[in-house]
């Protein structure tokens, strides 16, 4: 680790060249000097430097450079190309935080196509094979009614065997794109695939969630699909005997905090430099990102694992979204 002592020599090494260059650019106004301005920005942000952190700098840099000045109607001109200075080396971050926009607006556009590619195979699975199923059912009894009457302990179990397929892919179909998330929102959706997972698993999952309002369609649709890769985390790997699912709202966030009481594991290890991220955290934390949120984590083992998503919200925009109807 480094010493606190060269730490400061570095801090006070980039303020000495930040404010050295300012000045330069305040005596001759030179594109050389903006150029060094540009850079000081890029250094900064390569060092983790806060825009408020960078802002103190240029004001205390700034303020030293005009004190040698007393010249009123001279400070009054070299404001401004302080300005010019400050503008030029946040330069840097303007354009990491576009990036960073059409990054997640790109994230945002390909969840929308994947989700409407996951409602086509979801109607192909509830009705186009359902379909087929029946026509299968009126294949058999049409080939049952031409065998002889000792087979028919046979067609009967086929016939079993061929609704246990279509109560299957009913399940299966509602998963991956419930019409109860379009038709009555968040809530309802979860306690539906919490039921689902209940049965198959007997795990137990409670649900308790004081926000009623309908949300904007991405913030459910991401939320959801987080949720439900948390629960199936749960049951693939927690060896849990319970989990709940907590969704507040919070002054302008909605809170979403899911916790089990599972075998845990250690989140350092999970994502070491070259394993394969486990538990599909990666995904879910792009998920929410879609959607402006954050996702955090807290587990270690024996000790079970705590999920919790936050999204900020507009109260007014979810009393909006609830206000139209159903498609």
Do not use: W
């Not at 004001?59 to 009123?72: D, H």
């Not at 556009?109 to 994947?114: A, K, S």
């Amino acid at each position: 680790m480094k010493s606190a002592a060269a730490t400061g020599r570095k801090r006070a090494t980039f303020s000495e060249n930040y404010s050295s260059a300012l000045d330069s650019y305040l005596t001759r106004q030179d594109e050389s000097v903006l150029r060094q301005a540009y850079e000081l920005g890029r250094e900064a942000m390569t060092r983790g430097t806060s825009l408020v952190e960078l802002v103190l700098i240029h004001q205390e840099a700034l303020f030293l450079s005009l004190r040698k000045k007393t010249n009123r109607p001279r400070m009054d001109r070299l404001a401004p190309l302080g300005n010019e200075f400050l503008a030029e080396v946040l330069s840097p971050y303007e354009m990491a935080h576009r990036g960073f926009q059409e990054a997640v607006s790109a994230l945002r556009r390909m969840n929308e196509t994947l989700e409407e590619e996951i409602k086509r195979i979801a109607y192909a699975v509830h009705d186009e094979a359902g379909q087929l199923l029946v026509a299968v059912h009126l294949a058999l009894a049409n080939l049952q009614r031409q065998s002889p009457p000792e087979l028919k302990s046979d067609f009967e179990n086929v016939n079993t065997m061929l609704k246990q397929v279509e109560t299957q892919l009913r399940q299966y179909s509602h998963e991956l794109r419930p019409t109860i998330l379009d038709d009555l929102g968040l809530v309802p959706a979860l306690h539906f695939l919490a039921s689902a997972i209940s049965a198959r698993s007997a795990l137990p999952i409670r649900i308790s969630a004081t926000v009623k309002e309908r949300l904007a369609p991405p913030v459910e649709i991401a939320l959801y699909r987080v949720l439900q890769e948390a629960l199936n985390n749960v049951v693939k790997h927690a060896h849990a005997t319970s989990v709940s699912i907590d969704i507040v709202h919070q002054s302008n966030l909605l809170v979403c905090k899911v916790q089990d009481d599972g075998i845990g594991f250690n989140p350092a290890l999970a994502q070491r430099a070259g394993r394969r991220t486990g538990l599909g955290l990666t995904s879910m934390r792009e998920r929410v990102n879609s959607v402006g949120g954050t996702l955090e984590f807290d587990s270690s083992p024996g000790r079970g694992t705590s999920l919790v998503i936050r999204v900020p919200i507009n109260f007014s925009e979810v009393k909006h979204a609830s206000s139209h109807p159903s498609r």
